[in-house]
């Protein structure tokens, strides 16, 4: 049976999981698998395993019981190896890695940040703000016909889209990054903002507080949703 892949911690790590469980139905028993300077909390792998609430919320569990005690590099929902004695090749594999890391987030939470602003609101901004777009669009109005000026007009409004969400999203990194260790962009999409940063512990407040300010700073127009303290995935 294949294992399932919690997390990684140092050998010297306490363990008090004796009331968590991991994931399946019936929920699996955890263990750990050791080397001389790590230990991975890992357990069997319930067959035809999905990313359902119950069985996440098990792998978030164990990652929270595991990092109330100190650092620990947490694996993705469901990371599976072929057995317990490939998982020690892994860890002494990459012991020097791991432990590096290890160091490194210690003492360290993850918050991701999204944020979105409302697309009549921007639109609104680049109309009154674009000569070259309140020029296009009058064209527009003025002559139905004006084929070559309303395919100019859309591919106007298109790059200022971008060009004002890539800036928001600058701006917003820039006032918030003094206050996180580190900052992995995701993938922003239509989002001003998608955006994972590595925060101490002590200063998790003061994050927070950031946020809050640049919310009220922007307004109405646009929704903060923070996500966090989390284990941190973006920075494994």
């Known amino acids: 049976m294949p294992t399932y892949v919690y997390g990684i911690t140092g050998a010297d790590h306490p363990l008090h ?12 028993e955890l263990r750990t698998v050791r080397t001389d300077t790590l230990t ?41 190896a072929p057995d317990d004695d490939q998982v020690a090749a892994a ?8 432990r590096n890391r290890l160091a490194q987030l210690d003492g360290q939470v993850e918050y991701h940040l999204r944020v979105v602003r409302d697309e009549d609101d921007l ?11 309140r020029e296009l669009r009058q064209r527009t109005l003025a002559d139905p016909n004006a084929h070559d000026e309303r395919i100019a007009l859309g591919e106007t409004v ?12 600058r701006t917003l990194s820039d006032a918030l990054a003094p206050t996180a260790t580190s900052v992995s962009p995701g993938e922003s999409g239509t989002d001003v903002l998608s955006v994972s940063f590595l925060v101490e512990d002590a200063k998790a407040d003061t994050f ?28 494994v």
């Open 40 to 80: 991975a909390v890992v357990s069997d792998a319930p067959e035809g395993l999905r990313a359902k609430r119950r069985d996440v919320r098990a792998h978030q569990g164990v990652l929270e019981a595991l990092m109330a005690d100190g650092a620990t590099l947490p694996m993705r929902f469901g990371l599976l």
């Open 91 to 98: 860890l002494d594999a990459e012991s020097d890695g791991y």
């Open 123 to 133: 639109l609104r901004e680049i109309v009154n703000t674009s000569d070259r777009v």
């Open 158 to 169: 298109s790059h200022e889209v971008e060009a004002r969400r890539a800036a928001e999203a």
């Open 208 to 235: 927070v507080q950031a946020v809050q300010r640049e919310a009220e700073r922007l307004g109405d127009a646009y929704t903060f949703t923070l996500t966090g303290p989390l284990p941190p995935y973006s920075f």
């Open 17 to 28: 999981l004796d009331d968590v469980r991991g994931v399946g139905e019936p929920p699996a």
